[in-house]
């Protein structure tokens, strides 16, 4: 049992949260401290709960985030100031980057900044944009920046900390501690856990179970125990031997214990590093750059460096440096000790090492280096933080005493085969020859022949390894070069690096953030009771940093509750032959497998078609399909048996994956959109050139941080049942469980609390797990709940529709667009879903900004066997508008014209009207355009990044502006009304409810502060409980950016009708309180409750006639953006991004601008980082944080600018202001054409001009395979259709 399940299932300690249960999210963190008595020292570390392992914390005090403070009693500066600095928003990630924090300021009251970016290396968070994180925190740290700009919190309000008040350590501990050690053995039902008191008892555990495991951080057999379904009966966990954790001098280096945790290697590491003399550390440097990248800090605090070498993954970041410095390994067992030599006979296969069964690593020697040897380590991911290497490497070269010529040289690289290699044949050739341009050449061609992979090797990307493998080594030669140009006095000659090549040999280094925002602050005469339009914070903050906020699976477990497990398809399109249960059924506490056959009503469901089942009944059409669920009196139990549920297949032809395989088969969902306006012909006809062009847009994971969750409950009468959900559409859940139950809705309660983020992503598909949860409920006639796992989540909800456009466009020299012709492909999955209305989105976007005369877009959505997309943020709108930015690139390519002032020319202007002939009135466009090119320092910048262009060849700089235009509406014109239900209490208190859900991003404040201003009441007096469908009925999503604009106007009609009916009271008693006025109103029964409605007025578009009008209004936006990209590794740097965003008047700018960033790094990861990928049989690889990357704390620009346009009232929403959530997502497009723009820069320097194509997300992978350049030329990709590749684009 892990140390997460034993807080939340046992201690109901549920503050600390499961977010991905694989050590890659950080929302499980928690403080475990410990006695060392070796030390006699007391240590805290920030641990992942989810894979410690309970029986790991003999003698350890574990602090959880109720444990350092509360609302209820007192809050702790940590929680507080992360709360009112506004970066709390749906709060599933807030307890453990409180944990981080409180750990780093456990052993560092007065941390700087690279502390805490460090500290964070392994919290993720989806909402906020991690900006105001760090603003918060900031305040902790020694020698930051000072914030320039307005404030969004006031810091003076801070609690000071104390670290004197903290707990202490429990001195019971220390004396056991200091107690000889005791072996252990925890017996449970599947594993022996033994913990040996000595080395001698472990080596005689070891010979009677040469089987077992060895654990230490667990943070590899935890990940192989839960998501490889692989089994040790027996685990041996040496952590505690003083031999297994020593650390000692030898005359060659330094030699550690196996157990010796990266932590402890690094802080030993670094003090040798400032205390020898730099030749003698080489080694010890390149391990320190390597940990720099490895895990995070809550991995690296508990994981061994014993583990990571005898897991011997190819892909170890530690073994091919320990490889290239041939460390010396002992190895022991009860027969006696042997040392081994690292090298390439020590990894014997894919993950097998030269141990014998009943040995063990006792400890590696890490060697000092020496005079005339150099040694360096790379490590190349997707993300820089917290990611598994693409390709990692140690390079360790020896020279001749007083020469550059080789004596001895290693090249070891992981990522290139089963097991880490050395490149024996080119070091071979390298021996003996100068360090110069010829050797480098000679090498680099012998890399290319010698680190060959097949072009269906595991983990794709096959021509980006192979070219990185030489890249890398170009890196290490410009490296050694200049390091022996440095030497005194040289007796040889030897060039320093070109000056236009040093930058290649600079460690990736970002400087710490730096960010301003800018807003408008209320009028000087505001009441001090009217709250909108000040930054007030997220009204559940506090609670959220606190860990009592509640969502979902937080909600005590009822005494004969039940779990729910997920049987999924494995196939992507096949008949179901047989369905075999009894293995799983024989799992203890199994109480019954549920299936199409248990639903007592329609198994069609789906949220605007019923195109899908609740459950497949004899076909699946997708891996995911969810086929059937076990009930278990226990997750854990209801786990296993679901993976021992047996389904037989028998295949169907055709499988239908890509957009690619859908077009060949002509697989098209109905109908085929078009909007046309002007005369195509007409338009290229009058244009001086015309080009085609492609783009293809990945898709996205929502990767909310609480995934997919319900509790269904039954009430025992007429097929009642309750049920808890964390969804943004609760009249949707409600009316799906009721058709799939046979009851009429009104029987059917849904309630939704708080979501931990929902992004779309929990706006349809989350009603197919409540209504399987609910199917089973009503089946076992007791309460039953679900939370997915992580892998089950990304495996069965789907997530952004991938999309790829097609175009031709006509344009004059000047880069003015004539005419475009554009398609769009969506790869849509196996149910319609909302595909129809996203599709419809993409074409009302596909002018995005511009003006274009003649144009004609038509929208194609792909049936495929893949699990059905759907919303999110933006709901096909950015993919609309990618593809007219591709177009704008081209062009301007093309012309040979900056791509700004292409951009510039073809804008809109106030009065226009767009493809669908609606008038943009009201149009701010040129305004946000102008600000943004001055607090961007736009032109300055420009001539700064080339400046640098011509000074660099190896690392370039780019720079974008890009405009946005969001439509606001539902495009499915009934959504367009919500409800609200306003009841006043006779004390004066104030219970709000309305249509929309709450995910974080502050509906419900906004909500309050609404009614707070239409009462005119301190928004102390309102509260809002939950949205449920007993209380507002037939709600509409909480989507499309238009809650606050639709609710807002609900809850003012409500609140509006309670004010004249308090009218009289008032009259009557004008000096009275609201209490008084309530008061008198209800001795007089007046009715103090009232319901609110609205709907949007004059709406309505028609495709036929391409008439009326789709939106109510647009959102307007710019920014622009800079970045570096590492020409050689594909890597790149977001230096500055300025923003600036028309929310009209805003209701709480503090919301409103973390609306902003949020969907601005969102925007950052949809198009420069997330890769979903997939076999060419439609199985996800990327079901996790380990594979699949979202934006970190480390990947928000350097500098961040802010600005919500000032003076910008929009007349046509709730106090004037406009919908925010959606719209800036786009504005992260800047950051991919920017790379662009610095990729043109790299392809010139090899000749190469004109457009080119680029398609999102700019990975590192396409980066370094867009920068052609002589490596490049060394690793042709294969060629297509000779091979099946590992993965493919969908
Ligand atoms: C989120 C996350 C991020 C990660 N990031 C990276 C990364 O960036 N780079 C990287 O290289 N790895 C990474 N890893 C992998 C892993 O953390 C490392 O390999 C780590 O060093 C394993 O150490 P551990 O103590 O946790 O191993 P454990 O899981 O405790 O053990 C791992 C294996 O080593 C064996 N073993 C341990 N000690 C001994 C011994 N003394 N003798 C014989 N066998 C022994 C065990 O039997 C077991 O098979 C990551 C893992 C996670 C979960
Ligand atoms: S839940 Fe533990 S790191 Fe994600
Ligand atoms: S606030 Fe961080 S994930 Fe939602």
């Known amino acids: 049992m892990t140390l997460l399940i034993f807080l939340r299932r046992k201690l109901s300690l549920t503050g600390t949260k499961l977010g991905c249960a694989e050590g890659g999210c950080g929302a499980c963190t928690v403080m475990v401290s410990r006695f060392n008595p070796h030390h006699n020292q007391i240590i805290h570390h920030a641990v992942n709960a989810c894979l410690a392992p309970l029986c790991s914390l003999h003698h350890c005090a574990v602090t959880t985030v109720e444990g350092i403070g509360s609302v209820a009693s007192k809050l702790h500066p940590v929680q507080e100031r992360i709360a009112k600095a506004h970066g709390s928003q749906c709060g599933f990630c807030t307890p453990g980057i409180v944990m ?19 500290a964070f290396q392994g919290n993720l968070c989806r909402c906020t944009g991690y900006r105001p994180i760090l603003e918060g925190y900031k305040t902790f ?24 008040q903290e707990i202490i350590f429990p001195p019971e501990l220390i004396s056991l501690g200091k107690q000889p050690p005791r072996s252990l053995r925890f017996i449970g039902e599947r594993v022996l ?14 010979a009677v179970y040469p089987a077992a495991k060895l654990v230490v951080g667990n943070t590899e057999v935890g990940i192989e125990m839960k998501f490889k379904n692989l089994l040790y009966p027996v685990i041996l966990a040496p952590a505690y031997i003083q031999e297994l954790s020593s650390i000692q001098y030898t005359e060659n280096g330094i030699e550690f214990g196996a157990s010796v945790t990266l932590t402890m290697l690094g802080k030993k590491l670094h003090e040798e590093v400032n205390k020898l003399p730099n030749y003698r550390t080489e080694v010890f440097q390149a391990i320190l750059e390597q940990l720099r990248w490895f895990a995070g800090q809550q991995i690296r605090n508990v994981a061994a460096i014993g583990g990571n070498i005898m897991t011997a993954s190819p892909i170890s970041d530690l073994n091919p440096v320990f490889m290239a410095a041939g460390c010396k390994l002992t190895l022991t067992s009860k027969e006696g000790k042997r040392a081994l030599q690292m090298d390439d006979k020590f990894f014997s296969g894919y993950r097998k090492t030269a141990l014998k069964p009943e040995e063990i690593l006792l400890s590696i020697e890490i060697p000092y280096t020496k005079k005339g040897q150099y040694f360096s380590a790379f490590k190349q991911s997707t993300r820089k933080e917290d990611d598994i290497a693409t390709i990692t490497c140690g390079m360790n070269v020896v020279f001749q005493q007083g020469s550059n010529i080789v004596k001895d040289i290693k090249l070891s690289y992981g990522g290139i085969a089963p097991t880490t290699v050395l490149a024996t044949a080119t070091c071979n050739r390298l021996i003996g020859r100068r360090w110069g341009e010829e050797l480098m050449e000679d090498a680099c061609s012998s890399l290319a022949e010698e680190m060959t992979l097949s072009p269906s090797a595991p983990g794709g990307m096959v021509t980006y390894r192979r070219t990185l493998a030489i890249s890398l080594f170009f890196k290490f030669y410009l490296t050694v070069q200049h390091k022996l140009a440095q030497m005194v006095k040289p007796t040889y000659v030897c060039l320093n690096v070109k000056p236009n090549y040093a930058s290649a040999i600079e460690l990736f280094h970002v400087d710490s953030p730096t960010s301003v925002q800018l807003y408008q602050a209320v009028p000087p005469g505001q009441s001090t009771d009217d709250m909108v339009g000040r930054p007030i914070m997220h009204l559940s903050a506090l609670k959220q940093a606190t860990g009592e906020a509640v969502y979902c699976d937080d909600i005590p477990q009822y005494e004969n509750g039940l779990y729910l497990a997920l049987v999924t398809s494995t196939k992507a399109h ?17 109480v019954t497998f549920v299936s199409a056959k248990d639903l007592p009503g329609s198994n069609k469901t789906g949220p605007a078609v019923c195109d899908e089942t609740v459950f497949a009944d004899n076909k699946v ?28 297949y028998e295949e169907i032809q055709p499988v239908i994956i890509t957009i690619q395989d859908a077009i060949t088969n002509q697989s098209f969902y109905q109908p085929v959109r078009t909007i046309e306006k002007g005369d195509l012909a007409k338009g290229f006809h009058e244009s001086d050139n015309i080009l085609e062009g492609e783009i293809h847009i990945g898709g996205q994971d929502h990767f909310y941080l609480e995934t997919n969750c319900t509790l269904a409950v039954p009430q025992g009468e007429d097929g009642e049942m309750e049920l808890f959900v964390s969804t943004q559409s609760a009249s949707k859940t409600q009316a799906l469980v009721a058709k799939a139950l046979g009851v009429p809705a009104s029987h059917i309660v849904c309630r939704v609390k708080r979501m931990g983020g929902g992004f ?19 089946k076992v006639k007791r309460p039953v709940r679900c939370m997915l796992d992580r892998d089950e989540d990304m495996l069965v909800s789907g997530g952004r529709h991938p999309f790829f456009g097609r175009y031709k466009v006509g344009f004059k020299k000047n880069g003015k667009v004539m005419a475009l012709d554009v398609t769009y492909y969506s790869n849509v999955g196996n149910s319609m879903d909302l595909s129809l209305s996203i599709m419809e989105r993409a074409l009302f976007h596909m002018d995005n900004c511009y003006n274009i005369p003649h144009i004609r877009g038509t929208g194609y959505m792909c049936k495929t066997n893949l699990p059905s997309n759907t919303a999110f943020r933006g709901f096909g709108g950015p993919q609309g508008m990618m593809v007219s930015e591709s177009w704008i690139s081209d062009v301007a390519l093309c012309c040979g014209v900056p791509a700004e002032q292409v951009r510039e020319i073809n804008l809109y202007k106030q009065g226009e009207y ?22 961007s320092d736009f032109h300055q910048r420009k001539a700064r990044v080339e400046l640098y262009n011509k ?41 709000l409810t309305h249509g929309g859900t709450e995910m974080g991003q502050g509906l419900h404040t906004k909500m309050i502060q609404v009614a707070s201003k239409t009462l005119g009441i301190p928004t102390s007096k309102i509260h809002i409980s939950e949205t449920s469908t007993n209380t507002v009925p037939n709600t509409s999503p909480t989507a499309a950016s238009a809650s606050s604009d639709l609710n807002g106007m609900a809850v003012y009609n409500a609140c509006q009708t309670l004010l004249q009916r308090l009218d009289p009271y008032k009259a009557r008693n004008p000096k009275g309180s609201w209490e008084d006025w309530v008061k008198a109103a209800y001795f007089d029964r007046v009715n103090l409750s009232a319901n609110g409605f609205y709907r949007t007025p004059d709406l309505g578009y028609d495709f036929e006639t391409n008439s009326g009008h789709p939106f109510n209004y647009f959102s307007y936006g710019v920014a622009v953006s800079e970045v570096e990209i590492d020409c050689l590794t594909g890597s790149h740097k977001n230096l500055h991004t300025s923003i600036v965003m028309d929310v009209g008047k805003s209701l709480n700018p503090a919301l409103d601008i973390g609306q902003v960033e949020g969907a601005f790094m969102q925007g950052v990861g949809l198009f420069t980082l997330e890769e979903l990928r997939y076999s060419p049989q439609g199985y996800l690889y990327t079901r996790g944080p380990g594979m699949y990357k979202i934006p970190a704390f480390g990947d928000i620009p350097t500098e961040l600018k802010v600005s919500l346009l000032r003076d910008a009232p929009n007349e046509k929403a709730i106090f004037s202001s406009k919908a925010v959530g959606e719209p800036p997502l786009f504005l992260a497009a800047s950051v991919f054409y920017a790379i662009k723009d610095a990729i043109t820069a790299a392809r010139a320097e090899s000749g190469l001009s004109g457009p080119f194509r680029l398609d999102s997300p700019a990975t590192p992978e396409r980066i370094r395979n867009a920068c052609e350049d002589k490596f490049t030329k060394l690793c042709p990709p294969p060629e297509p259709g000779t091979y099946t590749p590992w993965d493919v684009r969908v």
């Not at 780093?104 to 700087?112: D, E, I, T, V």
């Not at 930051?144 to 670290?163: R, W």
């Not at 969810?626 to 993976?643: E, F, M, N, P, S």
């Open 100 to 118: 981080s924090m409180y750990a780093l300021l456990r052993n560092s009251p007065q941390p700087s900044m690279q502390d805490m970016e460090e």
């Open 141 to 164: 740290a020694k020698g930051a920046s000072t914030h320039s700009g307005q404030q969004l919190f006031d810091p003076s309000e801070f609690m000071p900390l104390d670290p004197t």
């Open 193 to 206: 856990w033994i913990q040996p008191s000595s080395l001698n008892e472990l080596l005689e555990l070891k």
């Open 574 to 590: 096949a008949y179901i032959k047989s369905i075999e249960t009894d293995d799983a059924m024989a799992v203890p506490g199994v």
């Open 621 to 648: 059409t997708c891996v995911g399909h969810i086929v059937g669920a076990i009930v278990a009196d226990t997750q854990a139990h209801a786990q296993t048996a679901a993976k021992a549920v047996k389904i037989s």
């Open 760 to 778: 779309g992503g929990k706006e349809s598909r989350s009603t197919i797990l409540s209504t399987v949860v609910a199917v089973a409920a009503h």
């Open 914 to 935: 767009t493809p669908f002939n609606q008038c943009l009135d009201q149009f701010t466009i040129d305004r946000c355009w102008k600000e943004c090119v001055n607090i």
């Open 951 to 991: 000074q660099h060849r190896w690392t370039k700089r780019g720079l974008s502006i890009v405009p946005t235009k969001f439509g606001i509406s539902f495009t499915a014109i009934f959504l367009n009304q919500a409800g609200a239900l306003v009841h006043l209490y006779t004390d004066g208190s104030v219970l």
